[in-house]
């Protein structure tokens, strides 16, 4: 209901482990929707929170990272660009990003940096490797009551109106 009913300026992210991601990129595009793919990476607390298989770990180093990488990208097809799903610890940590965001420019995708770290370097390494980017404002479902979204949304309509653009995220519950 969600594809249908919303607007197209509503992108959707899809997790690479999904099923059905094919269908459901295609209901989404077919409904003028831009999709995602949403990367798990590292998080602050990794290892007592997991990025599940196949996850960007800093510990993997640059061309395990690539070959994981590149195992979600061969997933799905017909998305614009990669959103990290986590990554509190990698995207803020330069030397990891760096190839993540080369690769993803090199094929002329977009990255949208979830900022699960207020001290993230992704906008930094985009802008290095001329990666288009883009920064999540807010993340509307922090407390997933109607007020609490509807306060977080009128946030957001604030930063439309100062910038003229605003990324927001909300989760699928």
Known sequence: SAIRDLPPEVTFAFAPHAKKL?????T???AGHEVLLSVPMEPAD?????PGPNGLLLKLGKEENLQRLHWMMSRLTGYVGVINHQGGRFTVN????????????RRGLMFVDSRTSLNSVAA??????STPYAVNDRLVDVIAARAAIDFRLSEIELVLG????????????
């Open 124 to 129: 930094i390494v985009a802008v290095r490797t």
């Open 46 to 50: 990794y290892p007592r929170s997991d």
């Open 22 to 26: 094919e269908e459901w990129i295609k």
């Open 28 to 30: 989404a595009r077919d």
């Open 162 to 173: 100062s910038k003229g653009k605003a990324v927001a995220i909300g989760r699928a519950y």
């Open 94 to 105: 330069l030397k990891a990003m760096q190839p993540i965001l080369s690769e993803l420019g």
